[in-house]
């Protein structure tokens, strides 16, 4: 894989772990259609891929009923779930380090724009992007494909060969490949090998320190 000038990160799994708010605030959603389930790490399942489609997946919802469930599940997550989160170890560093050697730095995150906003500027993140670009609340734009996209129309970008998407889910690999554009997937967050290969990543990178050596080439 030939040197990136742009990078284009996930925010879930990627630079952040969300576990406990998102697996809380899916319990809270859940809740109030009388399922009760205790065990958060049995919901670990929603981080990253888009949260109509995990409810309908997962718990069987009809398309009305995961949308209604996206608006209880964000009455917990905006009030407290969005920063029951923390930043991966080296994270801040390694931005540090690409911003330094002259990289620009973007955000493409299925996670609505305004949280993902407020999440990296609890965090000390957010002067480190260029553009911070995320899934619109009325979800049209929610898919991981329509975000990226999103993420080049607004930065003008068109030689996707300079770019680089960057995450830990399927959903950023084939997201990257509908734009024609290389993928690193990382080991650090909710994915696994297995589901980054068959989604067709370039490279992996199973820590921060390797992520690094791949974007600094």
Same mark, same amino acid.
């Given at each position: ?81 969005? +920063?029951?989160?923390?930043?991966? &170890? ?6 540090? !380090?690409?911003? $330094? /050697?002259?990289?620009?730095? *973007? ?80 080991? +650090?967050?909710?994915?696994?090998? &297995? ?6 990543? !370039?490279?992996? $990178? /199973?820590?921060?320190?390797? *992520? ?6």
């Amino acid at each position: 894989m030939n040197a990136k000038s742009y990078i284009l990160f996930d925010l879930d799994g990627t630079l952040t772990d969300p576990m406990v708010g998102i697996t809380k605030s899916v319990q809270y959603a859940l809740k109030s259609y009388g399922i009760h389930e205790p065990d958060l790490k049995r919901l670990t399942p929603f981080i990253g891929p888009p949260l109509k489609d995990s409810f309908m997946k997962y718990y069987g919802f009809p398309e009305e009923q995961a949308k209604e469930a996206i608006g209880r599940y964000r009455e917990y997550f905006a009030v407290t779930g969005i +920063f029951e989160n923390r930043v991966y &170890e080296g994270i801040p560093e390694l931005l540090k !380090n690409l911003k $330094a /050697a002259g990289k620009h730095l *973007l955000v493409a995150t299925s996670k609505p724009e305004l949280f993902a906003i407020q999440i990296l500027e609890h965090f000390h993140l957010k002067e480190y992007f260029d553009f911070i670009g995320g899934a619109s609340m009325d979800e049209v734009r929610v898919r991981k494909g329509d975000v990226i996209t999103y993420v080049l129309d607004t930065m003008t970008l068109t030689d996707v060969s300079a770019a680089v998407m960057v995450g830990d889910r399927e959903h950023d690999i084939l997201g990257a490949g509908e734009n024609r554009m290389d993928s690193i997937g990382v080991l +650090f967050g909710y994915g696994s090998r &297995e589901e980054l290969e068959k989604a067709g990543a !370039n490279e992996i $990178a /199973a820590s921060v320190p390797e *992520l690094e050596k791949l974007l600094l080439v």
